[in-house]
C-alpha cells in the first residue's frame, strides 16, 4: 500500500470512529427555571460533567437555566418528552404526586427535636431514601406522569425574613407574611398573622413597598433574591419547616427507556451528585449568609421559649388533620403509616449526617447508602 493510500485508509478509519463515537453518544435536555449562577444552576454544571465522564461520553446533558421549561412547565414539558430531564416541582401539582407531597407537609417535625445544625441534610437523605426504598406509591406516581424518580433535594431551614423585629408570638399577631406551604400558612394564622400567598420570587418587591412584613424563606435568599437590601431582622427558628417538594433531576420515562444499561447507571451516578450538590448548596449558602447578615446590619433573632412552644404544640396539633387530608383529598388511606416509616427514617438519617463536612463527602454518602443500590437493569422499567 501506498502511503498515500495508506493515509486516505487512515483518514478513513477515524471518521468511522467519530462517526461511531457521535452515534453513541446521546444529548440530553436537562431543563431547570433557576438561573445559570444559582445553586441550582453550579449543580447542574457539574452533574452534566458528572454524567459525560461516568458514561465514557455515551451521555451528555445539555442545560436549560430559565428555558424550555419554566417550573410550572416542568412537570408536563417533561411528561410530554419536551425535555428529557427536568426539576420538577411536585406542590405545582400535588394531586399528581400526593405520596411525595405528603413529605412536604411532615417538615414541621424539624421542629421537634433540639437543632444539630444538619436538618436539612438529614431530611434529604430521608426522603431520597424512603422515595427509593418504602414508597412504591411515589414511583407510580412519577410513572404515571411518564417520569422516573432521580432523587429531590431540600432547602435550608426557613426562616422569617421581616421588616420588623419578632421574637415572641405576639410580635407576629397583625403581621402581613408571604408563605409557601398550607402547614406554615395554617401556624402563622394560629397565632394571629395574616398570611399572604405569592410567588417567592416577588418577596423583594412586595416586603420594599410595605405589602408583606416577612417571607417565608431560607437564608440563602438574602443573597439569591437580593433580599438583604430590604431585610431588617431574620427570626432564624420561625417558623422552621424547609422546603423538600422538588424532584431535582427527573428523567422522561421514554427516554430513559431508550437508553442501554450503562447509560442508565451513569445516569443514577449523575442523578447522586445533583442531588448532594443542590442539598449541600443550600446548607453552605445559609452558613454563608450569616456573614452577609453581619455586613448588612440585619439582625438574627431566636424566637422566646415561649414562641417555640407554641410552635412545637402546633406541629404536634396539626399532624392528624394533614394526615387526615391527604385521605379525604388524595385517598391516601395509608398517609399514617407513611408517617411514622418517615419520621423513623429522618431520624436516622440525623445521625447519618452528623460526620458529614464537605459537598464531596455528601456526594459519596448518597452514592453508597442510596442510588448505588438501585438496578439500573429493572429501576423505572
Known amino acids: 500500500m501506498t502511503f498515500k493510500k495508506w493515509q486516505g485508509a487512515a483518514a478513513a478509519i477515524t471518521l468511522t470512529a467519530a462517526m461511531t463515537t457521535s452515534a453513541q453518544a446521546d444529548t440530553l435536555k436537562y431543563a431547570f427555571g433557576y438561573p445559570a449562577a444559582s445553586t441550582v444552576g453550579i449543580a447542574a454544571d457539574d452533574y452534566a460533567k458528572a454524567v459525560d465522564e461516568r458514561s465514557g461520553g455515551k451521555v451528555k446533558i445539555r442545560n436549560f437555566p430559565l428555558s424550555l421549561l419554566s417550573l410550572a412547565e416542568a412537570g408536563p414539558g417533561l411528561r410530554d418528552g419536551m425535555a428529557d430531564v427536568a426539576y420538577v416541582v411536585s406542590a405545582l401539582s400535588p394531586k399528581d404526586y400526593p405520596s411525595y407531597m405528603l413529605m412536604q407537609d411532615l417538615q414541621m417535625m424539624v421542629n421537634l427535636r433540639e437543632p444539630k445544625g444538619k436538618e436539612s441534610v438529614a431530611y434529604a437523605g430521608a426522603v431520597i431514601e424512603y422515595t427509593l426504598t418504602k414508597c412504591p406509591s411515589c414511583l407510580s406516581e412519577f410513572g404515571a406522569q411518564n417520569q422516573v424518580y432521580m432523587g429531590g433535594a431540600t432547602s435550608s431551614i426557613n426562616m422569617a425574613l421581616c421588616t420588623k423585629p419578632v421574637r415572641t408570638s405576639a410580635d407576629l399577631q397583625g403581621l402581613k407574611i408571604r408563605v409557601s406551604h398550607a402547614v406554615v400558612s395554617r401556624y402563622f394564622s394560629s397565632?394571629?398573622?395574616?398570611?399572604?400567598?405569592?410567588?417567592?420570587?416577588?418577596?423583594?418587591?412586595?416586603?420594599?413597598?410595605?405589602?408583606?412584613d416577612c417571607t417565608q424563606l431560607s437564608l440563602p435568599e438574602l443573597t439569591n433574591m437580593s433580599l438583604a437590601d430590604v431585610v431588617k431582622f431574620v427570626t432564624t427558628d420561625v417558623p422552621g419547616g424547609l422546603s423538600s417538594n422538588v424532584a431535582v433531576g427527573n428523567i422522561n420515562l421514554d427516554t430513559w427507556k431508550r437508553l442501554d444499561d450503562e447509560q442508565r447507571a451513569a445516569l443514577l451516578w449523575g442523578a447522586s451528585q445533583l442531588a448532594a450538590d443542590i442539598t449541600w448548596g443550600y446548607y453552605a449558602d445559609a452558613l454563608t449568609n450569616e456573614k452577609v447578615a453581619a455586613d448588612k446590619n440585619i439582625e438574627l433573632i431566636n424566637g422566646d421559649a415561649a414562641m417555640m412552644d407554641e410552635l412545637r404544640n402546633f406541629a404536634k396539633s396539626d399532624l392528624p388533620g394533614t394526615l387526615e387530608s391527604y385521605k379525604t383529598t388524595y385517598g391516601l388511606t395509608?398517609?399514617?403509616?407513611?408517617?411514622?416509616?418517615?419520621?423513623?427514617?429522618?431520624?436516622?438519617?440525623?445521625?447519618?449526617?452528623?460526620p458529614v463536612e464537605t459537598r464531596d463527602q455528601l456526594r459519596e454518602l448518597f452514592w453508597t447508602n442510596l442510588f448505588q443500590n438501585v438496578d439500573p437493569k429493572t429501576y423505572g422499567m
Open 191 to 212: 397565632v394571629g398573622a395574616t398570611p399572604v400567598a405569592f410567588p417567592a420570587n416577588e418577596s423583594y418587591e412586595a416586603l420594599s413597598q410595605g405589602v408583606v
Open 334 to 354: 395509608n398517609s399514617a403509616e407513611m408517617a411514622t416509616e418517615f419520621e423513623a427514617m429522618y431520624e436516622k438519617w440525623i445521625d447519618v449526617v452528623q
